[in-house]
């Protein structure tokens, strides 16, 4: 019961601490926001590492297996569309407009 | 230093990394530094999870771990690196599914692992509350991927009786919790999971296009609660601490959505908005008259005034135009005409996703003002270009109490001296509702491609 009351501290300061940050991020980063939190909450990897490398049956070497692919498509796939958007941003004139234009849809 | 002293050291970095992301985003500046900070955060983590031992041995299956992670990198990151800005919704959609999925997944196995050895209640409840909101994370996700990319309809899904069928599905869960609680059955276990999943496609059905936005972020914050309570289970810090940060961010954007569309939130999840098309819309288009004009009749608006505020919304991106858009800020800038962009926080498909599409077209982000600054603007502006956007600068929403959109905080593109609107058609918005803007006197219309008007102004602009 101890360490449920440790988690539990942990997990009231992080809320506090996550909403006060979170509510000073501009709107105009939202989307990123969005996606580098989805990005964050990849770290169920670790979780998912944990239970495939413990696992002593069939039916848990299937789903840990399931489950790192899940999670590292989300750790992965989160962090690279972020920095791809973040690297977007730029303010006034850095350089030469439009060199990689990708509108050709 | 012991070696299981060392890797709690390491997870207290990585938890540390990820709260400087997050403050990395106060600025577009720091960003995405912040955000590599992060990314390398996560893999000192990772790394670190190899040298763990669990259960008193070392992890098992190196090498399955590894073909797993291997798969997962040769799917993510082509599909993150090449779909288009205009996407990103969807993508952020099913990478937060996935996500969620991973997390239910982790809770069953751990549940499946430690049930021989009678694991306290509030264990089993820790887990069952992981494969819940996870499941219902994952399902709920795939619904709304499915929604944005068009392989079902934007309009809300409804049928006779949908709330009580979603209250008995919900009631269903929880009764299944209580009953795994008490009998500790791992058979009832998948049946959860079954209900859970269904959960999640019943709550997302009904969800309009339009409030897909609302959701999403919904959904980001229940798998950053899925992971927390994987957390609580696996006895992990980390989990808990990274999984309470989203789960807080989720719901703070969620709040600050629904107030920038001045709805309550339950309005939002539960009220099926925008199933049909009001009375207005389908026959106030015939009766009355609008006033249209060319492109060049715009250009001639445009290079005659001081001040232009564009006023873009997501038919910018369906139209890829953009970049044009940018093209025609550039000539009107050159001319010594000062433009602005004004950005409604619900433009687009996901919060602020209009700043990161017109970023993408090299837009510099300080000229984009957000409502309010865009609003005071407006009233010394001489022209307001709406180009793609209906229903925030819909003056309905701010003078007809019967308009389904009443309350919503709009740009009041009415109080520029002239109004262009490019629009393709006469059809009503997403949100199904007619435009009062478009019959405004000082209203000038351009019908035609978003894409094709712009580049014809910007011709005209030039030979001026």
């Known amino acids: 019961m101890n360490a449920l009351l440790q988690y539990a501290t942990v997990l009231v300061l992080a809320a506090f601490v996550g909403t006060e940050i979170i509510s000073k991020v501009p709107s105009i980063l939202h989307t990123p926001l969005m996606s580098g939190s989805n990005a964050i909450h990849g770290v169920i990897i670790v979780g998912s590492m944990l239970i495939l490398g413990s696992a002593n049956t069939n039916l848990e070497e299937v789903l840990g297996f399931l489950a790192v692919i899940l999670a590292t498509l989300n750790v992965v796939g989160g962090f690279v569309v972020t920095d791809r958007m973040l690297e977007m941003f730029k303010a006034r004139k850095p350089k030469a407009p439009d060199t990689k234009s990708k509108d050709a849809a | 230093m012991s070696r299981e002293t060392l890797i709690d050291l ?158 008995v599905i919900g009631l269903a869960a929880l009764g299944l919790i209580v009953t795994i609680l008490v009998s500790g059955s791992t058979a009832l276990l998948w049946f959860l999971l079954a209900v859970a999943f269904v959960l999640g496609i019943a709550f997302v059905l009904p969800i309009g296009g339009a409030d897909v936005p609302v959701l999403i972020s919904l959904l980001n914050s229940f798998t950053g609660l899925a992971v927390a309570a994987s957390g609580f289970t696996l006895g992990s810090n980390l989990l808990i601490i990274a999984g309470t940060l989203v789960g807080a961010s989720g719901i703070l954007l969620t709040r600050l959505m629904s107030k920038a569309m001045g709805r309550s939130l339950s309005n939002v999840l539960f009220s099926a908005f925008g199933s049909n098309i009001t009375a207005t819309g389908a026959s106030g288009v015939e009766g009355r008259s609008v006033r249209s004009g060319s492109p060049e009749d715009a250009a001639v608006l445009l290079t005659f005034a001081s001040k232009v505020v564009i006023i873009p919304g997501y038919g910018l991106a369906v139209a890829q135009a953009q970049h044009v858009l940018r093209e025609l800020a550039d000539e009107l800038e050159s001319k010594g005409i000062k433009v602005l962009y004004a950005i409604h926080p619900v433009a687009g498909r996901m919060p602020g996703h209009m700043n990161v599409l017109l970023a993408e077209a090299n837009v510099p982000y300080d000229e984009l003002v957000e409502m309010d600054e865009a609003n005071s603007e407006l009233q010394t502006a001489d022209v307001a270009l709406v180009v793609g956007a209906n229903d925030t600068v819909n003056p309905a929403a701010a003078s007809d109490p019967a308009s389904p959109i009443y309350g919503m905080p709009i740009i009041h593109a009415d109080l520029a001296e002239n109004v262009l609107f490019l629009k393709r058609s006469m059809r009503p918005g997403f949100a199904g509702i007619d435009n009062e803007l478009l019959y405004n006197p000082t209203t000038t219309l351009i019908f035609g491609d978003a894409k094709d008007t712009l580049t014809k102004i910007v011709a005209a602009v030039k030979a001026s």
């Open chain 2, 10 to 167: 390491l997870y207290l970095f990585s938890a540390t990394t990820f709260l400087v992301a997050l403050k990395g985003l106060g600025s577009p500046k720091h960003a995405r530094r912040g955000n590599m900070v992060a990314a390398f955060g996560m893999l000192v983590a990772i790394v670190a999870t190899f040298f763990k031992y669990v259960d008193g041995h070392p992890l098992h299956h190196v090498d399955l771990i590894l073909l797993a992670m291997l798969i997962g990198v040769l799917v993510a990151v082509p599909t993150a690196r090449f779909v288009q800005m205009t996407a990103m919704p969807q993508l952020v959609a099913i990478f937060n599914g996935v996500g969620g999925g991973a997390a239910s997944l982790v809770s069953i196995t751990e549940f499946v692992h430690i049930k021989s050895s009678n694991p306290a209640t509030y264990v089993t409840l820790e887990v069952l509350l992981g494969v819940l909101i996870g499941t219902v994370s994952f399902s709920g996700s795939a619904i709304a991927f499915a929604k944005l990319q068009e392989l079902m309809t934007g309009r809300p899904v409804t049928y006779p009786g949908q709330q009580i069928i979603n209250a």
